[in-house]
């Protein structure tokens, strides 16, 4: 029986409710598919930064290296300095294991009012670029308590991230309705974003059968609420994917529905899944928060390792459950964190 090694890292608020229910998904799939999942799981995150001074031991990215894959929830505490968390977890992770594509996939959820008016069936992918642009963190600050101060963060975009990341967009819109939405704003960031223009353009001409299409991040935002359902795949930089991917999980109904994979396509580190969301320190700890997409990263996983079949019953699973109404009450609804689990699973 195939088995697949998972490090199971919560984190910290909600991912500490939210990661355990969609593993308990995970588990009863697993059994339903005649598969196997062994994992451990690790106390890292802020809350262990307030015991230790780290978010992860020394050795953390050389234990993880020993895992199929990553289940994360959210990183962050009120009582810390929050220019942490994404630096000493989340990006170390993304940026040394290569995951240089973040898939974060937007579509209509069966039984969810949604805040637009469009009746439409909404399905798209954010496929944002995960390791460099304005998220390098290569910077600094210049006298910050004097009159004099400044802040300076420089964005990086070379060829070797561009293209790899743009040749994943354009291949998995084959896969899917053929169209790729590249988002910049090269009519002001004249020289950055201009070259990303320039190497997808030069990619999308290897994709003759993609139709490739450039919208700017002010008018995608504008497009994301009056008319989603053009959209197929969305390229972006890490920035702007960053800030879309929240708007897609308000235009499903609620960041809580957002599910995503940190992907290195090529295998050569274990990728990570964690919902879109952070870790919502305002209701942590009440058994109310929404797991509908940290169960949806648990689907994306698996489909990544392979088990596309037991990721599709997981999704008809989620849409059977919305449908019956087993709403949590960000949704309006009534539901607790776990009652959504067991009704995910009755519904495997
Ligand atoms: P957040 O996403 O945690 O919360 C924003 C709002 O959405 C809150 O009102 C919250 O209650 C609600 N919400 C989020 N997830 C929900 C769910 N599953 N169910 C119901 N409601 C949900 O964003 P924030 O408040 O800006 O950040 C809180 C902390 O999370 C910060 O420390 C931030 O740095 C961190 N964060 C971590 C990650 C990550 O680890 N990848 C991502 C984003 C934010």
């Known amino acids: 029986m195939k088995n697949y090694n998972i490090a199971v890292v919560p984190g910290d608020g909600i991912g500490n409710e939210i990661v355990p229910e969609g593993y308990r998904v995970l588990e009863a799939v697993a059994e339903k598919h005649s598969f196997n999942i062994t994992s451990e799981t690790f106390d890292w995150g802020a809350g262990y930064y307030l015991k230790n001074g780290k978010f992860l031991p020394e050795d953390g990215l050389e234990t993880l290296k020993g895992y199929d894959a ?51 069936h909404i399905d798209f992918v954010i496929v944002r670029e995960n390791t460099e642009g304005e998220f390098v963190q290569v910077g600094s600050q210049y006298l910050p308590d004097s009159e004099n101060g400044m802040g300076i963060d420089t964005s990086i975009f070379t060829r070797k991230g561009i293209e790899r990341v743009a040749h994943y967009a354009f291949k998995l819109a084959r896969k899917r309705r053929n169209k790729v939405t590249h988002i910049t704003k090269s009519n002001t960031l004249i020289n950055s974003l201009s070259y990303w223009d320039r190497v997808i353009t030069e990619i ?35 920035l702007f994917g960053d800030i879309l991917s929240d ?56 489909e990544h390792l392979g088990e596309v079949e037991a990721a599709n ?14 709403l949590t009450k960000d949704l309006g609804g009534s539901a607790s964190t776990s009652d959504v689990a067991d009704a995910v699973i009755k519904n495997l």
């Open 70 to 120: 990553v289940y994360f929830g959210s990183v962050g505490l009120p009582e810390v300095d929050d220019t942490l968390p994404a630096k000493d977890y989340t990006f170390k992770v993304r940026t040394n294991f290569d995951q240089y594509v973040n898939y974060r996939p937007v579509r209509t959820y069966p039984g969810v009012q949604r805040p637009l008016r469009t009746e439409k």
């Open 313 to 326: 019953n997981i999704m008809e699973a989620i849409d059977k459950s919305t449908a019956e109404g087993v």
């Open 247 to 302: 708007l897609g999980g308000a235009v499903m109904g609620s960041l809580g529905l957002g599910g995503s994979g940190n992907i290195n396509p090529e295998k050569d580190f274990p990728s990570m899944f964690e919902p879109i969301h952070g870790s919502a320190p305002d209701i942590a700890g009440q058994n109310i928060a929404n797991p509908y997409g940290q169960i949806w990263s648990a689907a994306i996983m698996l």
């Open 204 to 238: 999308a001409a290897q994709y003759p059968d993609v139709e490739h299409d450039q919208m700017y991040i002010d008018n995608s935002t504008a497009s994301f609420v009056l008319k989603p359902e053009v959209f197929d795949v969305v390229l972006t930089t890490n």
